[in-house]
């Protein structure tokens, strides 16, 4: 068997995503680099396009031209909730790239959320193969059946793909690995990382690096779509993780680590040994992470992450209105959320909320329980959203009859409520802004308040934030007006 040269791909442009580029903070294609790091383990001719900070869809032409690959790859990122998001900027990129590599000879593969969703859409606009779900080794069992020229396409699991006949087949679902260190690490030597070290120092002034330790939430928010991980949660081992923070460290000379995922350290007794890893090779890094409510009032934990160097959490509390979450199936409480608000602040570690609006059969007074609980609770951080139905989830199925037309956003900041609710769309783009300079105000008012408590601790930053309020404060009124003007609207 002769083996063959790959393209890996992804469909990911910062720039086609305003709000992303402005705030600065991109994150390696983290999902791609362990579909190439496996291929490559395997035998086969690597390289990578990496997209982030491409001009346009049509920039990968060159590399393709210059490589002449058998097999172009688009492989988007699952581990990254912006791919996640099947935003139609990615999604026409997508298709641009598909046909570039089709007209220049390439067998055409693709991997993504979106692409799981709507695989025939994908093949109609010239994929030869979608991966369904998690696709590494459906990935490297296809390539070698293809290399081989031995027949066995049909028999491999996770895959659709057009017959001769033009009828679509789709093959039975891939069950996900549950052993992820029999993955190697991701080919983090692809990526240039200097656009990404320069591009983070400039907007933070550190440096970020994504990892991911877990695949899966076991949880079942009815809003919540995992095509590619699904139900299920596997777990790498610590010191698989700390291995790769090693690597990391020395090649990179990372500041700060994201641990994108969905939930981190869930698996009992995880963090307390991770924790023991790090202070134990003397790692020195801070890190985010992503977790739950109700896991993050176990103050072990708590502790274990401060130990290893937990800087932020964000937590999905989503709304500040139980009826709310008991609709989302979210199986936390409000008590939870203002418990493990309290305990991450004692241990020093900036609790961070994601904030939804606009769920099936939200009021007025369930949106004004939520910006209570925000104000009174004070995170460190809010990121809001509005609901976003996306298929395969239970809330879809709930709204799609009143979807308009349009059913994903274009990019990550159009905030489009797009099914039919108590409010026009209009009113919770607006809510957004509203939520937010309340958010900052009262944010300005504790500062002032510890102040007068403790004039000692004047310093430069304080006045600034103390000035702050006063800018703030008109901002605030009028955002008021205009939401009440789209309520009755």
């Not at 680099?33 to 086969?44: Q, V």
């Not at 570690?349 to 007074?365: D, H, N």
Request: with cysteine.
């Amino acid at each position: 068997m002769q083996l063959k040269n790959i393209l890996l791909s992804h469909s990911y442009f910062l720039r086609l995503d305003p709000k992303q580029f402005k705030t600065g903070q991109p994150y390696a294609p983290l999902g791609t680099l362990y579909a190439a790091a496996l291929m490559r383990e395997n035998g086969y001719g690597v390289s990578l396009f990496d997209n982030m900070f491409a001009q346009g869809p049509m920039d990968v032409v060159a590399k393709i031209e210059q490589s002449r690959p058998d097999f172009f790859v688009l492989y988007d990122d699952g581990f990254n909730y912006l791919t996640k998001m099947c935003l139609t900027n990615m999604r026409e990129a997508a298709f641009t790239m598909i046909a570039a590599a089709k007209q220049r000879g390439c067998k055409v593969i693709v991997s993504s959320s979106d692409a799981t969703d709507h695989y025939a859409q994908y093949i109609a606009e010239g994929a030869d193969f979608v991966l369904i779900g998690e696709a590494e080794i459906t990935l490297l069992e296809l390539v070698n059946a293809i290399a081989t020229s031995n027949g066995t396409i049909e028999q491999i699991e996770g895959l659709a793909f057009k017959t001769n006949d033009g009828s679509i087949v789709k093959t039975p679902k891939r069950q996900v690995l549950k052993q992820l260190d029999t993955l190697p690490l991701p080919a983090w030597d692809l990526v240039d990382m200097a656009p990404y070290k320069k591009m983070w120092l400039k907007s933070t002034g550190y440096f970020s690096i994504n990892i991911g330790t877990t695949r899966g939430c076991p949880f079942k928010c009815n809003w919540c779509a995992k095509p590619i991980y699904g139900n299920r949660y596997n777990t790498r081992s610590p010191e698989n993780v700390v291995q790769e923070l090693k690597l990391l460290k020395k090649q990179f000379g990372f500041d700060h680590i994201w641990f994108c995922d969905d939930i981190f350290g869930l698996k009992p007794g995880w963090v307390q040994l991770f924790a023991d890893l790090v202070v134990q090779e003397k790692l020195q890094f801070k890190f985010k992470i992503q977790a739950r409510a109700d896991l993050l009032v176990e103050e072990n934990y708590i502790q274990a992450l401060a130990r290893a160097g937990c800087d932020e959490v964000w937590m999905g509390a989503e709304s500040g209105s139980q009826q709310i979450l008991d609709a989302m199936d979210k199986g936390t409480t409000i008590q939870q959320i203002s418990a493990a608000t309290t305990m991450l602040k004692k241990h020093g570690i900036k609790p961070a909320f994601f904030i939804q609006f606009g769920y099936l059969g939200e009021t007025k007074e369930d949106i004004m329980q939520t910006i209570r609980m925000i104000n009174t609770l004070l995170p460190n951080n809010i990121g809001i959203s509005v609901s976003y139905p996306l298929p395969g989830t239970k809330f879809f199925e709930k709204v799609k009859a009143g979807l308009t037309d349009k059913t994903n956003w274009t990019d990550s900041d159009e905030m489009q409520l797009m099914f039919k609710n108590t409010y026009q769309p209009a009113f919770y783009k607006q809510l957004y802004k509203y939520v937010h300079k309340t958010y900052r105000v009262h944010k300005d008012m504790q500062t002032v308040k510890a102040v007068f408590k403790q004039p000692t601790a004047l310093s430069p930053q304080i006045l600034k934030r103390s000035a702050a309020l006063v800018y703030h404060l008109p901002g605030l009124y009028f955002a008021k007006r205009k939401l009440n003007q789209l309520e009755k609207a």
